[in-house]
């Protein structure tokens, strides 16, 4: 199983950018797509969750700037993140979930930096 995320880099207050995660090795169709960060210091949170049957879940520190989506017939999720602020600098963490068997797998992580 591999997750390979991309997208990340330095960017502006204010600014844009968007995650993109390639999932191999999985029935991609069946899992719970999300994206999760850590920044220096904390704990690694929930940032988005996006199910098969495209049920979102967004933290509250992102919603109305984030938008997770996902392509079932590319197995690829996407997080488009608006309106970037300094605190959303993490490492951002591509996430699949199989809910039956409480099974996770994650990708390597992309470095997201907001200046201000």
């Known amino acids: 199983v591999q997750l390979v995320e991309s997208g990340g880099g330095l960017v502006q207050a204010g600014g844009s950018l968007r995650l993109s995660c390639a999932a191999s090795g999985i029935i991609f169709s069946v899992y719970r797509m999300g994206w999760y960060r850590q920044a220096p210091g904390k704990q690694r949170e929930l940032v988005a969750t996006?199910?098969?049957?495209?049920?979102?879940n967004y933290a509250d520190s992102v919603k109305g700037r984030f938008t997770i989506s996902r392509d079932d017939t590319k197995n690829m999720v996407y997080l488009q993140m608006n309106s970037l602020k300094p605190d959303d600098t993490a490492v951002y963490y591509c996430?699949?979930?199989?809910?039956?068997?409480?099974?996770?797998?994650w990708g390597q992580g992309t470095q997201v930096t907001v200046t201000s």
């Open positions: 996006l199910t098969r049957n495209n049920n979102t």
């Open positions: 996430n699949a979930h199989y809910i039956y068997l409480s099974t996770d797998y």
